[in-house]
């Protein structure tokens, strides 16, 4: 049972427009939410993050949504640039939980010049 | 300011066989989590160390066993190996205790098992 998922395998965007990365999770314990961006031979490196307790939080070219009642969030980057291609992961965690995260399948996003 | 370094970056093994990975967290940190990524999956919570003790665990069994040492840094052990193992072990430290998750990953060791 997948508690996080990423129904876009692959998104392809033109440079200077906006890319919108989606993300679903069921488990309502799920209280804070993050962003990683993954090159090739290199781990995850971490983009941005959301609370609960909270709708939006922006970071420079990149913001998350989080919509709880439809247990959505998702990530906009404006504008996209080549150097943003690269996979992407949606990660949750619960209260207490630490540093155990739940993370989704991850979208491929390729920018193109 | 060195990040989490992990080693060794490719093995290959073959079934049945033991493995062991090592991970040296980032310069102040004291904990030390470790997920695998098999190919074209997000990475899956494997176990989390902290103070020496193995603190949480993902949904992995005995065979998946680990250590932390004194200087914080930690091993991965499998045991037994299956064709199945085969992914990409990745470590990841933060400082604890931490709630927002935000985890400071190395670049994985490889493993393939034949």
């Known amino acids: 049972d997948q508690q996080v998922k990423q129904n876009s395998p692959s998104l392809s965007v033109q440079e200077g427009r906006i890319s919108i990365l989606n993300c679903d999770y069921t488990?309502?314990?799920?209280?804070?939410f993050l962003w990683y961006k993954k090159y090739p031979a290199e781990g995850p490196t971490f983009l941005i993050s959301?609370?609960?307790?909270?709708d939006k939080n922006e970071d420079g070219r990149f913001t998350v949504f989080l919509n709880k009642s439809a247990k959505h969030l998702s990530l906009h980057i404006v504008p996209s640039q080549p150097g943003d291609s690269a996979v992407y992961f949606c990660?949750?965690?619960?209260?207490?939980?630490?540093?155990?995260?739940?993370f989704g399948g991850g979208t491929r996003l390729m920018v193109k010049p | 300011d060195a990040g989490v370094t992990q080693s060794p970056t490719h093995l290959i093994k073959t079934r049945g066989q033991q493995v062991t990975l090592r991970c040296s967290p980032k310069?102040?940190?004291?904990?030390v989590s470790w997920y695998q990524q098999a190919l074209g999956q997000g990475p899956q919570f494997i176990f989390q160390?902290?103070?020496?003790?193995?603190?949480q665990r993902g949904n992995f069994p005995d065979r998946f066993s680990g250590h932390q040492f004194p200087n914080y840094s930690s091993e991965l052990n499998v045991n037994a190996l299956l064709l199945g193992d085969s992914a990409l072990y990745l470590c990841?430290?933060?400082?604890?205790?931490?709630?927002?998750?935000?985890?400071?990953f190395g670049e994985g060791s490889r493993l393939t098992v034949l």
């Open positions: 990841a430290s933060s400082l604890a205790p931490i709630s927002t998750g935000e985890l400071f």
């Open positions: 488990n309502s314990m799920f209280d804070y």
């Open positions: 959301i609370s609960s307790i909270k």
């Open positions: 990660a949750a965690s619960e209260n207490n939980a630490g540093n155990m995260l739940t």
């Open positions: 310069s102040g940190h004291d904990t």
């Open positions: 160390y902290y103070e020496e003790e193995e603190r």
